[in-house]
């Protein structure tokens, strides 16, 4: 719906609706960071350029490798870090995929290019890897196995092809195990010309863990491990389906995007805390006759990537990146350990506990929390032993840094995602996935002191997925009983109120939970709906109009208004919604949907055909 639209149906209502997110929410990005251009004719007598095989690993210990620790069956992994340029303890700017893909892919940190949180958007502003070897003519695919990857999130940007066809997982298209990720890739690799950058992501050691039976690796973490070695053979296939003659001419960077925290700290995943074992990731280099075959103690950092890549198929970076190349330390020479900047919003975006950011450096981290944490890695490397209280100097020192790093302002994610892509993203439990947060304020409860209470929350919402409604709101009633306005817990309970029939029910708490955070979609959404569901479609309409300006681009928003509206005898304004609806649709290629909501459009508001016969996308679709 365009702005005149829009403000017609919120006239009618006598609400202010503004300017949609799309617009809004554009990411800013420094104007310094463009595709460089190529001289024509630069490379004319030059040797051929190196092809690019970029691996990412999802999920990945460095632990859990053969040449890091010695426990596990990795033999490919093992093999591919003896013949190359190999750290194994590079730090991920944060515990998340999407976002951290996106640092790999960019060289710039969350805070620079948008996407703090999975489901979020990497604006058009921001330059990919893929961008700027596509502008120097290479080939580019990208085989990507996890949903946080999919296309519409932004990363797909620069890609001839793209492939993120998925098929497992409980939730319906949301993986693709390893040996079918190889067998894509291949198939391209196989057409492939000269040169070219292929992207392989393979998703397997993400939680759920569940390798074939063969591969099970014996201990308490045997399935997350054999998940791991799953993964190993599958890039032992992939490696050895490519010519050999090609690959000696192939630089190949294998790294990951966060590890996992396996119990460590009290947390079975990621995302939650800064500890080193969800942002330690390997990081691997091999070019033969190019790259030695050396260890590096040196603490590389995931944005460091691009920068690294450029170099060494020379290509000129752009200005401003937050990574630096490692060529030179990896040829020789002398180059100090930049500081690794770290964080994380979810504990905020999910729960209203603080988020987290920290500052690794020259052997020292300091988490920023509530209660602030300094660790002496060399001495403590798990973490055990915080020396905040005894050594603020050198805290005061590394908070410094971070102020440094933040002294500018954060970058916003483009726009919202689709109804589609947040429906996946909430099957696999990132509920909150893909909002725009509002700001966050001081006093805030540190993660730490809310982990039991985080675990009891994720208790409960097993038993809402499970479909065990009335378990579900008893569970998340004993966290309301501690912590009253704990977001989460309303959002969920007004859920399973509403999932069980109980629309009435579900108002109060959901009530709560957009008075708390009024900018949170998906509070939004499930009090719109509940209100709808109630016959109080009245106030529903506010709800459905604020949704639809914080993610203009979800078609059951733009459903819910509509029926809504109609429900609330707002005759030509239902119509309207319902073109929009029609709108989106057939942007998407939906045209069976836009069909449907056309018909739905002018069944409400017959006057509006002129003026749908009028655009090129919806006139050939009209009954």
Same mark, same amino acid.
């Given at each position: ?466 479909? =065990?409604?009335? *378990? @579900?709101?008893? &569970?998340? $009633?004993?966290? +309301? %009983?501690?912590?009253?306005? /704990?977001?989460? !817990? #309303? ?27 009024? =900018?949170?979609? *998906? @509070?939004?959404? &499930?009090? $719109?709906?509940? +209100? %709808?569901?109630?016959?109080? /479609?009245?106030? !529903? #309409? ?30 030509? *304004?239902?119509?309207? &919604?319902? $073109? ?44």
């Amino acid at each position: 719906m365009t702005a005149a639209p829009r403000l017609a149906v919120a006239a009618a209502l006598g609400l202010l609706i503004i300017a949609p997110a799309a617009q809004l929410l554009l990411a800013a990005a420094p104007t310094s960071l463009t595709v460089p251009a190529t001289a024509p004719g630069a490379r004319a007598a030059a040797s051929p350029p190196p092809n690019l095989l970029l691996v990412t690993i999802d999920t990945l210990r460095p632990d859990a490798l053969g040449w890091v620790a010695g426990r596990n069956t990795t033999p490919t992994l093992d093999r591919l870090a003896a013949e190359g340029s190999r750290f194994r303890a590079a730090v991920s700017p944060v515990p998340l995929t999407l976002p951290a893909h996106a640092s790999i892919l960019t060289g710039l940190l969350p805070r620079r290019h948008g996407v703090r949180d999975n489901g979020q958007v990497l604006g058009d502003g921001v330059p990919t890897l893929a961008e700027f070897l596509r502008a120097r003519g290479y080939a580019t695919a990208a085989f990507v196995s996890g949903f946080p990857l999919k296309r519409g999130f932004g990363l797909e940007r620069g890609f001839d092809r793209y492939d993120d066809a998925m098929q497992h997982g409980e939730a319906g298209w949301v993986e693709r195990l390893a040996p079918e990720t190889t067998a894509a890739a291949l198939g391209w690799l196989r057409t492939r010309r000269d040169p070219f950058f292929t992207w392989v992501h393979f998703y397997d050691p993400h939680d759920p863990y569940d390798p074939p039976r063969a591969f099970w690796q014996p201990g308490p973490r045997g399935a997350y491990d054999g998940e791991v070695a799953f993964v190993d053979n599958a890039l032992g296939e992939l490696l050895a389906g490519i010519d050999p003659a090609v690959l000696a001419r192939t630089l190949v960077v294998l790294t990951a995007d966060h590890g996992e925290g396996l119990g460590d700290h009290q947390e079975d995943t990621h995302g939650f805390f800064l500890y080193d074992s969800t942002v330690l990731v390997p990081l691997v280099l091999r070019l033969p006759g190019r790259l030695p075959a050396r260890a590096f103690d040196h603490p590389a950092r995931l944005v460091d990537v691009l920068p690294t890549v450029l170099a060494l198929l020379d290509v000129k970076p752009p200005r401003g990146l937050d990574g630096e190349s490692l060529l030179p330390l990896v040829d020789g020479k002398s180059q100090p350990a930049r500081p690794a900047y770290i964080e994380t919003q979810l504990p905020w975006i999910y729960f209203g506990w603080a988020s987290l950011r920290a500052v690794r450096h020259e052997d020292w981290k300091l988490v920023i929390a509530p209660r602030p944490e300094l660790y002496d890695l060399q001495r403590d490397p798990h973490e055990a032993d915080n020396r905040e209280a005894s050594e603020r100097p050198r805290a005061r020192r590394l908070a410094d840094v971070a102020r440094m790093i933040e002294r500018e302002t954060a970058a916003p994610p483009a726009a919202a995602v689709s109804d589609e892509q947040l429906a996946k993203l909430r099957a696999l439990g990132y509920v909150g996935a893909g909002e725009q947060p509002s700001p966050e304020p001081p006093g805030r409860p540190d993660p730490k002191d809310r982990i039991a209470m985080r675990r009891d929350l994720l208790a409960a919402e097993r038993l809402l997925r499970a479909r =065990r409604f009335s *378990e @579900a709101v008893a &569970a998340f $009633a004993k966290v +309301l %009983a501690v912590e009253p306005d /704990n977001r989460f !817990a #309303l959002l969920r309970t007004g859920v399973a109120r509403l999932e069980a029939g109980d629309a009435a029910g579900a108002t109060e708490p959901l009530a709560r939970a957009v008075a708390l955070d009024p =900018r949170r979609a *998906e @509070a939004r959404y &499930a009090l $719109a709906a509940a +209100l %709808a569901g109630a016959a109080k /479609n009245l106030d !529903a #309409l506010p709800h459905w109009l604020e949704l639809v300006r914080l993610q203009p681009r979800r078609r059951e928003a733009w459903t819910g208004l509509a029926h809504s509206l109609a429900a609330a005898g707002k005759r030509r *304004e239902s119509g309207e &919604a319902q $073109a929009e609806l029609a709108r989106l649709a057939a942007a998407a290629g939906d045209r069976d949907a836009a069909r449907e909501a056309l018909r739905a459009s002018l069944a409400a508001a017959p006057e509006l055909r002129p003026k749908l016969a009028a655009e090129p996308a919806l006139a050939p679709l009209l009954p």
